[in-house]
């Protein structure tokens, strides 16, 4: 399956590294970048690779048109992997250039992702991509993170090339989003279409797909945490004792809200995520209060600068170093990826 020109350059007399990575290197590559996380674990992304190049697109097709009617958790979701994608190419000394949107007449094609060798990659990009598939969604209860403040200056030197924003809210705005994240699961709990929606998605453990029941929260469990999405409960359970939570809350915030910002918005994101974990801290990822306009216009109001609130992370320390929480099922590359001679 490897490509003809990929094959030539290998090769090519005189040619002692390739220009571009093979198939197995790229395919590695995109396998260990599939852990990551996504809205519902729907996973909305295909990618082509064409021997030079690597385009991503959005699968319409995994689009929760409920629970996301513009599509901007999805792009958020392959923007996540796509950065993924990056890191851990870079482990492999490979620079990646990226155009993000290309083509204005396909709204589905994301990105296209180009290579040149680099030999010598920071020491933080390689130690991301070591904890690519540590990083779990950790919806339990969390002690208050340790070595906050230093992560922050890290991860906002990291989410800057996005032009984002990232922002740790004060203790005294919690009472404000526990109620913004409550009144989003009042506003649909009756709402049908999002009921079938989130539970087709939810609960079930035999598809390589979705939140497995394992993965979710108990009722016991549910109700120590006051942010999070309202899924269908879990196995009774009650990990962590009795312990509430003590996460804190960060927020990822875009100055306008279009495809291109939700694309920078995943990308920023999965680097926060990997830093997080690299640093031994929990991580929870929600875009549930970004749904509906009351939420998001709460968010806005407690954060230091006017901005659009895109995504909210809890960040805590696991008291059992995050043991409790198994890996979500992942498609397999077959199912996602496609390869053009």
Known sequence: MTDSRVTSLLSAPGNSAPSVPDLSTVSAALRLASRAPSVHNTQPWRWVYDGTRLHLYRDTDRQLTTTDPRGRQQVISCGAMLHHVRTALAAEGWHTDTVRLPDPIRPDLLATVTFRRW?????????????????????LPLRAPEGLPDLLHAARMLVHPHDLELDVLDESARPRVAAASDQAAALRRYDMEYQTELHWWSGHSSTPEGVPADALASAAESARVDVGRSFPPGSPSARRGDLDDHARLLVLSTAADSTAEWLHTGEALSVLLLECTAGGLATCALTHITELPSGRTTLAGLLPKSGVPQVVVRVGTAPDGGDAITPTPRRPLAEFLTVRR
Do not use: L, Y
């Not at 030999?119 to 919806?139: L, Q, S």
């Open 119 to 139: 030999p010598d990659p920071p020491d933080g990009v390689t130690e991301r991509a070591g904890v690519i598939e540590r990083r779990r969604t950790d919806r």
